[in-house]
């Protein structure tokens, strides 16, 4: 994997599915079967019964974190912008979920993701949680479309998922000029900020689609890095891979999307990650290592 401006996957092939992969329906490989919450911010989550009460829940960040020396560097680009990161640089058997959009709010979901302490980072868009015009096709007939808005948002945040930057329309940001994608890309991080109490750090650009434009509007919006992919997870907990080996591969980061059945799939997908001797890590403890 090339290092430099970018510590990203840079295959044509790559580039091409992730127009289909990002928040589409398309697959990008082969199958393999904190802060003060803001005012008006919803209560924290509580367990179910009998799962004990929150001072009995061990301590610290949910999932592993890295060891002394085990995380590579991530250089930081020359020009002075946020890098673009696909995978953690990592030798140890570790991936890390990510989740976008907001459209399917699957309460069973942040049960999974309190209740097993898992890390999760979700890129919300504000059309998708506040439910606004086209639902995205891939979540039609859901459930749980748009059901809690910004209350399960904040229900995730203290399950303990990071809440981050996906934008507010999800377009395609390359069309726009300069001060759209700034719009675009500040906007959510100020709703995320008011809903949550906490500003975003990371962003993911709609479809994986970014250029020097996206890069500039994403520093002044204080995002410290565009995070892309390297395999998406489909409906049934199916892992499309974006290598010819199709497998995991340490420092992988997953993408999936706010769907129908979302907590059924997410627990298929744990367990598939468990089995083939992989640990979920802490995004956010292996980013910091890693541009440390």
Not at 91 to 117: H, M, N, S
Not at 157 to 166: C, K, L, Q
Not at 238 to 257: E, F, M, S, T
Request: contains cysteine; aromatic residues 6%; hydrophobic residues 35%.
């Amino acid at each position: 994997m090339a290092s430099g401006t970018y510590w990203t996957i840079r295959t044509a092939a790559a580039t091409a599915l992730a127009m289909s992969a990002g928040c589409a329906t398309g697959l990008d490989g082969g199958t393999d079967g904190g802060a003060t919450p803001a005012p008006g911010a919803s209560r924290a989550s509580k367990p179910p019964s009998g799962s004990g009460d929150q001072a009995a829940r061990p301590a610290g960040p949910p999932g592993v974190t890295p060891r002394p020396g085990e995380v590579g560097r991530i250089p930081r680009p020359g020009d002075g912008l946020p890098p673009v990161i696909s995978s953690i640089p990592t030798r140890r058997k570790v991936v890390f979920l990510t989740i976008d959009d907001g459209w399917e709010q699957d309460p069973g979901f942040v049960a999974r993701v309190r209740d097993r302490r898992i890390p999760v980072a979700a890129f919300v868009t504000r059309d998708a949680v506040e439910a606004r015009g086209a639902a995205d096709p891939t979540a039609q007939g859901g459930r749980f479309l748009g059901a809690g808005k910004w209350d399960y948002v904040r229900d995730l945040r203290d399950a303990g998922a990071t809440i981050e930057n996906h934008t507010l329309t999800h377009p395609n940001l390359p069309s726009l000029g300069y001060e759209g994608q700034k719009a675009e890309i500040c906007g959510i991080s100020k709703l995320i900020r008011r809903h949550t109490g906490i500003a975003p750090t990371l962003f993911r650009p709609p479809f994986g689609n970014h250029n020097t434009l996206t890069r500039r509007a994403a520093k002044a919006c204080g995002i410290d890095a565009l995070l892309l992919w390297t395999a998406t997870v489909q409906p049934g907990g199916k892992i499309a891979y974006q290598v010819p080996d199709k497998k995991l591969r340490p420092g992988d980061i997953l993408l999936l999307h706010f769907r129908p059945n979302l907590a059924r799939d997410f627990g298929i997908l744990v367990a598939k990650i468990k089995r083939r001797g992989f640990e979920i890590g802490n995004l956010d403890a292996y980013l910091k290592a890693a541009t440390r």
